[in-house]
T-cell receptor
Framework: KAGVTQTPRYLIKTRGQQVTLSCSPISGHRSVSWYQQTPGQGLQFLFEYFSETQRNKGNFPGRFSGRQFSNSRSEMNVSTLELGDSALYLC????????????FGPGTRLTVT | GENVEQHPSTLSVQEGDSAVIKCTYSDSASNYFPWYKQELGKRPQLIIDIRSNVGEKKDQRIAVTLNKTAKHFSLHITETQPEDSAVYFCAASITGRRALTFGSGTRLQVQP
């Protein structure tokens, strides 16, 4: 069974641009959650989706948005990029609605210059 | 919102010794407590989790204990091996919130 995949793995963007990151969960997993990892702030929750519905959103500005498709694949978008958005963005999937973040993807390393 | 504090930030042990990492949480409505291991340059890996209706859970050399009254939970690793060296994160989730709040991480180094 293939693991959680994320594309792209690395990304360099300029301040003010926007970016879209993609996450494909393990087949059959309907819960996808997103996290931002930085050396200063650690791991922070961004959003969680289950069956195309956003069930919760973390304490991030409205520039951060996401969605989930009917095949459970998920995307997150960051508009008007700031230097502080540089981070490793991780997604995770879970089989049931009772657990969270069972399996993480490898992450997308975003650098904003 | 939920706040999770994790201690110590770094821990160095000799191979074969035990290691204990402790976390405290602020919201008594939290009911799910996973632990993750993240090796350098790799993704976090769920190693064990516990729910609020259970006081202790074991999986081979790893165990987690939960004290709901004191609002703290701990990870115990016995007979540590060099491959246990990594950063360990605890997390907590409030019932129905569908969001994880993470501790700041513990860098465990097992000296051969």
């Amino acid at each position: 069974k293939a693991g959680v995949t994320q594309t792209p793995r690395y990304l360099i963007k300029t301040r003010g641009q926007q970016v879209t990151l993609s996450c494909s969960p393990i087949s059959g997993h309907r819960s996808v959650s997103w996290y931002q990892q930085t050396p200063g702030q650690g791991l922070q929750f961004l959003f969680e989706y289950f069956s195309e519905t956003q069930r919760n959103k973390g304490n991030f500005p409205g520039r951060f948005s996401g969605r989930q498709f009917s095949n459970s694949r998920s995307e997150m978008n960051v508009s008007t990029l700031e230097l502080g958005d540089s981070a490793l963005y991780l997604c995770a999937s879970s089989l049931s609605s009772g657990t969270l973040a069972e399996y993480f993807g490898p992450g997308t390393r975003l650098t904003v210059t | 919102g939920e706040n999770v504090e994790q201690h110590p930030s770094t821990l160095s042990v000799q191979e074969g010794d035990s290691a204990v990492i402790k976390c405290t949480y602020s919201d008594s409505a939290s009911n799910y407590f996973p632990w993750y291991k993240q090796e350098l340059g790799k993704r976090p890996q769920l190693i064990i989790d516990i729910r609020s209706n259970v006081g202790e859970k074991k999986d081979q050399r790893i165990a987690v204990t939960l004290n709901k009254t004191a609002k703290h939970f701990s990870l115990h690793i016995t007979e540590t091996q060099p491959e246990d060296s990594a950063v360990y994160f605890c997390a907590a989730s409030i019932t129905g919130r569908r969001a994880l709040t993470f501790g700041s991480g513990t860098r465990l180094q097992v000296q051969p």
